[in-house]
């Protein structure tokens, strides 16, 4: 059965916010069968979730498609919390809920419910399920409401579950504050895998000198600045933030999420100048409102570009912190490459320059046939740790 807008003027308004608001969300008809079912849940389920509507809300939230993003156990006792409705609306009654629990958990799980008497049931019930969206992330609660839905007679014209976070409002507001599309760059890498990026590593040249020289409140701000700063520069260029490491920042521009290994390392060489630009700009009013106790040349950014054509990147999750790694010689490799940098210089390996197609390298101003080339270990600044792990490789100053 396929699902529309629902029919019902009310049953589809309350589509229309759940799609307008993005959230996540079923609706059902006044006999508890699925008939709508948000976006947002179904980029979280898979299309094949779609295949089901028509069924009753029991039968859809034990199908295969459903059971893949939570825990079976969790969605066992959350439906246990709902079988007074299940008993209240489902035509039938008990014996049909009987029947369906017997097909779907299994013989003699139907006697549950005789322990649930009959009685009334309030407009709306809470439960909880245990969900799980990334590999090797341990299942989060995620808590939803069940909700009867009336028309303005006050006839009852269906239902609707709405899944709600279970962080206090107080958090959300901080959450929130993450760039949408960056997000869900982030997302897409819940499956850990090979993927070709260029990679950028920026760092801020002196900062030891520059915090034992400043207030440390002072100096505080002016990181923070530098940070967020440079993370909105890479989502900008749809690139993806990796670890930061003090005062320094990892990022890596995907080729698939940008559509070709040449897009990827156009899109790395723009962030990085317009790195290099936003950071002397804050430089400038930092000097003017310091009254010199800062200048530009504390504000030197060094910078390392370089391609991995296999990293195995994927999500980092904790109970603290979502971030994005990636393993492979070639973040190593970058590392040094950016450690090699001095006094602001912007270093490119090869490998990253030849992805760039001729109408890519109009657009950043290089002429990728006119490149002289020298390996890293003759640059000025090579220090041994990267010339022992990189010295061979081709660079250039842009």
């Known amino acids: 059965m396929e699902s529309t807008r629902p029919s019902d003027p009310g049953l589809a308004t309350v589509a229309d916010v759940l799609e307008l608001y993005g959230w996540a969300g079923w609706i059902m008809d006044p006999d508890l069968n699925v008939i709508w079912i948000s976006p947002e849940f179904k980029a979280l389920a898979g299309p094949g979730i779609e295949q089901h509507y028509g069924r009753h809300f029991m039968e859809v939230t034990l199908s295969e498609e459903n059971l ?164 909105d520069v890479v989502t900008s260029h749809s ?16 080729a698939e999420a940008l559509g070709s290994p040449s897009s990827s390392a156009r899109a790395t060489v723009q962030a990085a100048r317009q790195i290099r630009d936003e950071v002397a700009r804050i430089a400038e009013r930092h000097e003017d409102e310091t009254d010199g106790l800062v200048s530009p040349k504390d504000f030197l950014i060094n910078m390392g570009l370089h391609w991995g054509n296999s990293l195995y990147m994927g999500q980092l999750v904790s109970s603290g912190r979502l971030e994005v790694t990636a393993l492979g010689d070639a973040v190593n490799e970058c590392a040094r490459i950016q450690e090699s940098a001095n006094d602001g210089q912007l270093i490119a390996s090869k490998q990253l320059l030849e992805n760039l197609s001729s109408d890519d390298a109009v657009l950043v101003g290089i002429r990728p046939v006119a490149i002289s080339y020298q390996r890293l270990a003759e640059m000025p600044g090579a220090t041994q740790k990267a010339i022992r792990d990189a010295g061979g490789i081709p660079v250039v100053l842009l």
Do not use: C
């Open 239 to 254: 690139g993806i933030v990796g670890r930061h490491a003090g005062d320094g920042v990892t990022a890596f521009f995907i």
């Open 68 to 231: 893949a993003l939570t825990t079976r156990r969790s969605l066992l006792r959350s439906g246990l919390d709902l079988l007074p409705w299940y008993l209240r609306f489902t035509p039938g009654g008990r014996e049909r809920v009987r029947e369906m629990i017997e097909a779907l958990v299994g013989p003699g799980a139907g006697g549950v419910v005789d322990s649930v008497p009959d009685q009334p049931v309030g407009p709306v019930v809470g439960s909880s399920v245990k969900v799980v969206l990334t590999e090797g992330m341990a299942p989060t609660p995620a808590n939803y409401l069940l909700v009867e839905l009336h028309n303005d007679d006050g006839g009852l014209i269906g239902f609707m579950t709405l899944f709600v976070g279970t962080l206090p409002f107080r958090f959300i507001p901080l959450l929130a504050r993450g760039d949408e599309a960056a997000l869900e760059r982030t997302i897409r890498l819940a499956k850990p895998g090979h993927r070709q990026a260029a990679i950028l590593f920026a760092d801020l040249q002196s900062s030891g000198i520059l915090s034992s020289r400043l207030p440390s409140a002072l100096y505080f701000g002016i990181i923070r600045e530098l940070i967020s700063t440079i993370d």
